[in-house]
T-cell receptor, first 112, second 112 residues
């Protein structure tokens, strides 16, 4: 069966450290992956998109990698701050005219 | 100048009632979506419209009926509400299917 899994439901890290979130998928052939941030009581906000032929994408303190062999995407936040505390969702677009499929998210808490 | 807006933000109603949620986007996007986020925070696609045409209809009870009067609006009507319909419903839009999505603030529906 098809699955998209974000390994940790919750992740706590110290301020200033790098947070690494994992997104694994099974039985999908994604054209690309997207990462979103969701704060409590609000809708998800788009952060980054990485295509299947790209290994890495960066935006300010954010970095996303995409390994189609491992069927995995890693999302990194460097020099993390308490304001980075939120739930982060990965979403993949499978080949063909199919909708975006979201993982359940990882709740990140950055502790000062 | 909100990009994607939804009304109402909160909706409390009794079982068996019929209710509607409205969504509007001012981004000029061609594609709009309805998602349901349950108590476990899992975000699941319900419907997608492209230029007022239904293109994705996931396994959703017939009691849910989307309507798109124009490409800037996508409303959701729910008949005979059930307890299990309680969730947060998000509207979203994107330029094309699979492009980065812009989400509304959500409508928290509580069925008693």
């Amino acid at each position: 069966s098809q699955k998209i899994e974000q390994n940790s439901e919750a992740l706590n890290i110290q301020e200033g450290k790098t947070a690494t979130l994992t997104c694994n998928y099974t039985n999908y052939s994604p054209a690309y992956l997207q990462w979103y941030r969701q704060d409590p009581g609000r809708g998800p906000v788009f952060l980054l998109l990485i295509r299947e032929n790209e290994k890495e994408k960066r935006k300010e303190r954010l970095k996303v990698t995409f390994d189609t062999t491992l069927k995995q995407s890693l999302f990194h936040i460097t020099a993390s701050q308490p304001a980075d505390s939120a739930t982060y969702l990965c979403a993949l677009l499978n080949s063909g005219n199919t909708p975006l499929v979201f993982g359940k998210g990882t709740r990140l808490s950055v502790i000062a | 100048d909100t990009a994607v807006s939804q009304t109402p933000k909160y909706l409390v109603t009794q079982m068996g009632n019929d209710k509607s949620i409205k969504c509007e986007q001012n981004l000029g996007h061609d594609t709009m979506y309805w998602y349901k986020q349950d108590s476990k925070k899992f975000l699941k696609i319900m419907f997608s419209y492209n230029n007022k045409e239904l293109i994705i209809n996931e396994t959703v009870p017939n009691r849910f009926s989307p309507k798109s009067p124009d490409k800037a609006h996508l409303n959701l009507h729910i008949n005979s509400l059930e307890l299990g319909d309680s969730a947060v419903y998000f509207c979203a839009s994107s330029q094309g299917l699979g492009d980065e999505q812009y989400f509304g603030p959500g409508t928290r529906l509580t069925v008693t």
